[in-house]
């Protein structure tokens, strides 16, 4: 198979995109435990609220409790609905124009001062849609290859190379 070279770029949405598929597959439970405190919070404060053997005296604390969980949900949304906004504000101002050639030796990348080989074995994991793929270094850290810097053709190509290179793919 020929070496595929597409130069990829980021918008905040395929980094939106990217987070979400991860959260969702790599991290179901974990990354949904501010939402399941902040659900006990506010239940525990309708239940003391509602079951009040104290006739009152606890109100505070109940509004604490629902004040609290309401909090947390607050924060726990904006932070899922933004991150990938906030880290593309991150990026060089360039946001990230990297010509990438994919091969089956391995990934290749040339930045302004650097250039690299990864080799697939780096990568013990992938994820792949039809609009994003994520290669994992570790459970944690992934590279995010969204479609639309492909053509079909080459995208199917590098889909099939991923899938050829990594073992554990979804």
């Known amino acids: 198979m020929n070496p595929i070279t597409v130069n990829i770029t980021y918008t905040s949405d395929d980094l939106q995109k990217a987070y979400m598929l991860h959260f969702n597959k790599k991290l179901p439970l974990k990354s949904r435990r501010n939402l399941f405190m902040a659900l006990a919070l506010i239940l525990i404060g309708v239940f003391v609220y509602f079951y009040d053997p104290f006739n ?4 505070w604390l109940c509004w604490f409790f629902m004040g609290y969980g309401l909090a947390l ?4 949304y904006y932070r899922l609905f933004t991150i990938g906004k906030r880290y593309f504000k991150k990026l060089p101002q360039d946001k990230n124009l990297f010509p990438y050639t994919f091969s089956e030796e391995g990934i290749s990348f040339q930045g302004e001062k650097t250039s690299n080989i990864i080799k697939w074995e780096h990568f013990q994991s ?6 994003i793929v994520l290669l994992y270094a570790n459970e944690l850290k992934f590279n995010i290859f969204p479609r639309r810097s492909f053509t079909d053709t080459q995208f199917e190509q590098f889909t099939q190379l991923v899938r050829q290179n990594i073992a554990n793919w979804k």
């Not at 949900?73 to 726990?76: I, R």
């Open 56 to 59: 009152g005296e606890l109100n």
């Open 73 to 76: 949900l607050v924060v726990y």
């Open 126 to 131: 992938a994820l792949i849609t039809d609009k």
